[in-house]
């Protein structure tokens, strides 16, 4: 059971370029979410999605863009990558059941911008 | 405003040594204290959930206590395969957490 995968695990990126960060998830769960983590500071919330088709921006969606075509996978894009986007990114998803879920995350991606 | 503090930042105890981490929050209309372990190069890993003031979890040498204004962790008789980072978090709608900052466990033979 893979659970939650990103890829890639490390990226370096130059000031103003571009990329996705691929994230799938296979318990058919609902929700889906990217968070940021950075030293220092808890876990901040990037974008949601609670179900496909349907996303909303977290409390740091700047810089960022999301979609959700299939319930599986949830990719998070950087437009224009800025030296203030060096971080490392988690994926989580989570079931809609009755109350609040655990998250599950991945394993994260670390960026680099320099 | 809403915030999940975590203390302390890092602790470190001999093989054996109990001690317990704390997390307070101020996050009206609390549904829930989450706990997460997180290691090296992981994502978070989840432990407990706490509903309401009085209960407790436990897992092997973790256990979970809640009250209105604060949670703790304990670790009773640690072993360093204990070692990581321990978050919590409380939700404000459905997949949406605020998370502490983490205490990084260090436990020595």
């Known amino acids: 059971n893979a659970g939650v995968t990103q890829t890639p695990k490390f990226q370096v990126l130059k000031t103003g370029q571009s990329m996705t960060l691929q994230c799938a998830q296979d318990?058919?769960?609902?929700?889906m979410s990217w968070y940021r983590q950075d030293p220092g500071m808890g876990l901040r919330l990037i974008h949601y999605?609670?179900?496909?088709?349907?996303?909303d921006q977290g409390e740091v969606p700047n810089g960022y863009n999301v979609s959700r075509s299939t319930t599986e996978d949830f990719p998070l894009r950087l437009l224009s990558a800025a030296p203030s986007q060096t971080s490392v990114y988690f994926c989580?998803?989570?079931?809609?059941?009755?109350?609040?879920?655990?998250?599950?995350f991945g394993n994260g991606t670390r960026l680099t911008v320099t | 405003e809403d915030q999940v503090t975590q203390s302390p930042e890092a602790l470190r105890l001999q093989e054996g040594e109990s001690s317990s981490l704390n997390c307070s929050y101020t996050?009206?209309?609390?549904?829930?204290l989450f706990w997460y372990r997180q290691d090296p190069g992981k994502g978070p890993e989840f432990l407990f959930t706490?509903?309401?003031a009085g209960e407790e979890k436990e897992k092997e040498r973790l256990k979970a206590t809640l009250t209105k204004k604060e949670s703790f962790l304990h670790i009773t008789a640690p072993k360093p395969e204990d070692s990581a980072t321990y978050l919590c978090?409380?939700?404000?709608?459905?997949?949406?957490?605020?998370f502490g900052s983490g205490t990084k466990l260090n436990v020595k033979p």
């Open positions: 989580a998803s989570s079931s809609a059941g009755q109350g609040f879920s655990p998250l599950h």
């Open positions: 318990m058919n769960h609902e929700y």
């Open positions: 999605s609670v179900g496909a088709g349907i996303t």
């Open positions: 996050v009206s209309g609390l549904r829930g």
């Open positions: 706490l509903y309401s």
């Open positions: 978090a409380a939700p404000y709608n459905f997949n949406k957490f605020y």
